[in-house]
Nanobody, 115 residues
Framework: QVHLVESGGGLVQAGGSLRLSCVAS????????MAWYRQAPGKQRELVAV???????TYANSVKGRFTMSRDNAGTRVYLQMNSLKPEDTAVYYC?????????WGQGTQVTVSS
């Protein structure tokens, strides 16, 4: 089971940008779907973006056009570039790997957007 560590969270004003990183303990195989989720206080965890094993990327409607998910060529990192941040983007952001049903989660990184 791959170990994931997120970083890059912090406090930013509305309209600002942050770039989250997720480092995997081993190379992310081509059969692994990678995703970013977020969980705001009192709310359920929700999908933000996912890159499938086929390399297609899907975004939640709430972040489409503002967030961009990517993965590096070395195969150990995924990123979430977040632009035009809004207070409603405030949440703990989690990285998730799903390799043929074997799921791993990172510990999360806090993103706080002030108005």
């Amino acid at each position: 089971q791959v170990h994931l560590v997120e970083s890059g969270g912090g406090l930013v004003q509305a309209g600002g940008s942050l770039r989250l990183s997720c480092v995997a303990s081993e190379m992310i195989s081509s059969s692994t779907d990678m995703a970013w989720y977020r969980q705001a206080p009192g709310k359920q965890r929700e999908l933000v973006a996912v890159i499938t094993s086929g390399r297609s990327t899907t975004y939640a409607n709430s972040v489409k056009g503002r967030f961009t998910m990517s993965r590096d060529n070395a195969g150990t990192r995924v990123y979430l570039q977040m632009n035009s941040l809004k207070p409603e983007d405030t949440a703990v952001y989690y990285c998730k790997a799903n390799r043929r049903g074997i799921v791993s989660w990172g510990q999360g990184t806090q993103v706080t957007v002030s108005s």
